[in-house]
């Protein structure tokens, strides 16, 4: 009897509980959703871009891969597995991460959109090939890094609008109207780029990895990767030689690498070849509490590319 909790005491700890599960269901569940948004997955930072610009307020976007990690190589825990469970639109590029596409494979059902059917994608060897030389034959696979190429992330953004309002229907209108907004930034960013990188002394740029291939393929620059289309390649050393020669063939000033991989070898065959190094984002992830966004991160790749290569606007 002395134990009995009092009527008031009773109403006390009930409304703890449904405080708490009210702050359980806004903000703490495997989603993190709220209930009254749609509730997407994206596999990694450009598709979350897209997502959200052309979701804007009416969805809730949930990242796979976190700030500052590389996202080729991402592992999937268990709650990033349910929030795939639980999303209903689930935006990924097969191919690039391995783990997603199993996982969407098991999970994804008809909830997931593999954005490279939206484009077509171009094989490896897109870019730089010199006559008698090997480049990318390591990676049989296509390229995946497609939202370097504006005008083809626009074209995303249309089918993920689809894809939106699909799920949505009462926000079809607003999803396609947000895309062509989409769109029309990504011309005005895609003329930048065609206006700063229109005479320039070189086209050739050396990367860290393979990623520049739909940069590349747009503005007529040469890709001279040291790794392939994934940055754990290990580069041998016959391919360190060979980009070295390359790099001094084409005088380049600047070798480039990116920002969630280590600059190493890069550094190396700059310091081989007496040119700089200077950050290229292949915006495959946002840095930790960056402000940055696509947009951002993209024009300050063409400032650094426009005096690599000698541009004059
Ligand atoms: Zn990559």
Redesign the pocket.
Known sequence: MRNRPTPRAVVAAATAAIAIGALTACGDDASGAAPDKLNVVAAFYPLQFVAEKVGGDAVHVNNLAKPGAEP?DLELNASQVAQIVDAKVVLYLKGFQPAVDEAVEQQGGDRAFDVSTAVPLLGPSAGHSHEGEEHEEESGGKD??VWLDPTRLATIGEKVAERLGQADPDHAADYTARAAALRSDLDTLDKEYAAGLKTCERREIVTS?A?FGYLADRYDLEQIGITG???EDEPSPRRLADVAAEAREHKATTIFFETLVSPKVAETIASEVGAKTAVLD?I?GLQPDSSDDYFSVMRKNLAVLEPALGCTA
Do not use: V
Request: charged fraction near 10%; hydrophobic fraction near 20%.
């Open positions: 080729h995946p890094h990895h990623a289309l994934t940055p292949p495959e």
